[in-house]
């Protein structure tokens, strides 16, 4: 499992809208906590971005605590394509988040079979349900929402994935 999740990280950190991001996984949870009380099958992965000097790059408002605001709008700042308005996108940058994950991982298909004798099931699993879809769509990315039938859950509090590994 922590091989797969490397391998996808390294992958990850040159994918197009990640390279200025320097994504990096983190292990959190019940496996580096010690209280894992069964085989591990999952692996919950926090994904801080950028280095601590450019995570400076954005502040917050006392009028507005629940966005980021970027200290300069400039064509350099690391999060540029995530920024409009002078705030953070966070709807944007989880669903390009996502959506990049899913799609490493359908192209890892082959890596994963030959380096670890697993197999990865696609399924068909989207992202968002039909209705949600239609407004994913609508939007391009800009705005999305996610309902109780949707397949993925999101936090507005950090940014991340479980991998779910069954045997
Ligand atoms: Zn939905």
């Known amino acids: ?15 197009d809208s990640f390279v200025p ?3 990096r996984f983190v292990l959190i949870g019940s496996i580096p906590e010690g209280t ?11 994904c801080p971005l950028l280095t601590e000097t450019e995570q400076h790059d954005f502040y917050v408002r006392h009028d507005d605590p629940f966005n ?3 200290n300069n709008n400039n ?5 540029k394509e995530f920024i409009e ?9 989880f669903v390009v988040f996502m959506t990049t994950l899913k ?6 298909k082959d890596w994963i079979e030959t380096n670890t ?12 349900c039909e209705k949600c879809q239609l407004i994913a769509n609508r939007y391009k990315g800009l705005y999305y929402q996610h309902c109780k039938n949707c397949k993925f859950s999101v936090t507005h509090t950090k940014m991340g994935a479980c991998l779910i590994f069954t045997c």
């Not at 308005?85 to 940058?93: A, F, P, T």
């Open 36 to 46: 894992r009380l069964k085989p591990a099958t999952e692996l919950d992965l926090t």
């Open 117 to 128: 004798n697993k197999r990865l099931s696609t399924g068909s699993a989207e992202m968002f």
């Open 85 to 93: 308005h002078g705030k953070l996108n966070y709807e944007k940058l």
């Open 21 to 23: 991001l320097k994504p």
């Open 103 to 108: 799609k490493l991982l359908f192209e890892m």
């Open 75 to 79: 064509d350099d700042h690391p999060a």
């Open 1 to 15: 499992m922590l091989l797969t999740c490397k391998e996808l990280e390294k992958r990850l950190i040159k994918s």
């Open 68 to 70: 980021l605001y970027a």
